[in-house]
């Protein structure tokens, strides 16, 4: 009666599952029908020691060692299922949850059907769980003084994955710790691969307090330049150089509208050594590789308008002028340089 009432307990399962709205992977029918072909062998087996009327204290034995086995196929059930809890609720709230949450979710259902299912075992052998859970509780007390962080690091994986900051694969920026793309999500640590490979584990309780940046989740990528003009360079220089650099900005399908994101091509500064040109803009590709070709394009683009207007680049410089005046103080040194 194995494989039949192993098939007819998948069929059940089946039109359940279509009935809640969720599909079943081959996965789990490979696991549920062990299960189901075990449950069916212990039941048998209750059958035949009541049949053959074993003598005490053997019955006993027999019927709660195949009454235990009966539980564990159950619960192994249930431990399999756990893997559709979030789909479960998906479908019911309408609200897709990243692959970490879902991760958790899975291991605190797990974490709670094996301990029931240890529970009612223990029930099954007379074993009263309420001094159990009592000294469990204890136990658990000097546990948690004795593993406070992981218990910290365990709360802010539940709370990262509640307020769904970042999710795997994203890029971020952690302020003060790293920044790269995440990896996975555990129950402790967040492993975040820095943009030269190398992987960094990072405790959630860090992460929970720390200020992210998600990088990947930017609208656009920005330009924000200061370029250096020479302070030869006549006004109509000037204006001219502002008004190219934004026609070819306006041009150009590689940047976002001015009436979409901000964007300021402007004198803006009268710097030691040079008149500054403000150049704010947004390029529309995400993509790092697009934006660096953008970049290129603009800084040759603005190299061949500034030689075009006739205008130049400056560089840090410093100019010293000496004035003799009288014959006291630096004139007299001037004086006596001269004749040596």
């Not at 549920?32 to 449950?39: D, F, S, T, W």
């Not at 204290?57 to 249930?78: G, Q």
């Not at 000496?322 to 001269?338: L, M, S």
Request: aromatic share 8%; net charge negative.
């Amino acid at each position: 009666m194995r494989k039949p009432v192993a098939n007819l307990i998948l069929k059940a399962a089946n039109a359940i599952a279509n009935g809640l709205g969720l599909s079943l992977s081959d996965d789990f029918k490979n696991s549920i029908v062990p299960g189901a072909r075990i449950l069916v062998v212990a039941t048998g087996g209750l059958i035949a020691n009541d049949v053959l009327a074993i003598p005490e204290p053997y019955f006993a034995i027999v019927d709660k060692l195949l009454v235990s086995i009966c539980v564990i196929a159950v619960f192994s059930v249930n431990y399999s299922l756990c893997v559709y809890i979030p789909q479960l609720f998906g479908s019911y709230t309408n609200k897709t949850r990243a692959p970490e949450e879902n991760s958790l979710i899975v291991r605190v259902a797990q974490f709670v059907v094996a301990f029931l299912g240890i529970a009612a075992v223990m029930k099954v052998w007379g074993i009263d769980i309420g001094p159990a859970l009592t000294g469990m509780g204890v136990a658990g007390a000097a546990v948690a003084l004795a593993a406070q962080d992981y218990l910290k690091n365990l709360l802010g994986g539940f709370n990262n994955a509640a307020e769904r900051r970042f999710h795997v694969g994203e890029l971020i920026s952690v302020e003060g710790l790293v920044e790269g793309r995440v990896e996975s999500v555990s129950l402790r640590s967040t492993v975040i691969r820095r943009l030269d490979t190398s992987p960094v584990h990072v405790p959630n309780s860090e992460l929970a307090n720390a200020a992210i940046i998600n990088l990947d989740r930017r609208i656009y990528r920005r330009i924000y330049w200061n370029i250096s003009l020479t302070y030869s360079s006549s006004i109509d220089t000037l204006r001219e150089i502002c008004q190219r650099v934004e026609q070819y900005i306006d041009d150009s399908d590689d940047f976002v509208p001015a009436d979409k994101a901000s964007r300021f091509v402007r004198i803006d500064t009268f710097n030691d050594s040079s008149i500054d040109m403000l150049v704010y803009c947004f390029t529309r590709s995400k993509v790092y590789a697009d934006y660096l070709d953008v970049k290129e394009d603009l800084t040759l683009a603005i190299k061949s308008i500034v030689k075009e207007a006739g205008g130049d680049f400056a560089f840090p410089s410093r100019s010293i002028y000496i004035e003799a005046v009288g014959n006291a103080g630096p004139g007299q040194f001037i004086a006596a340089a001269t004749d040596a």
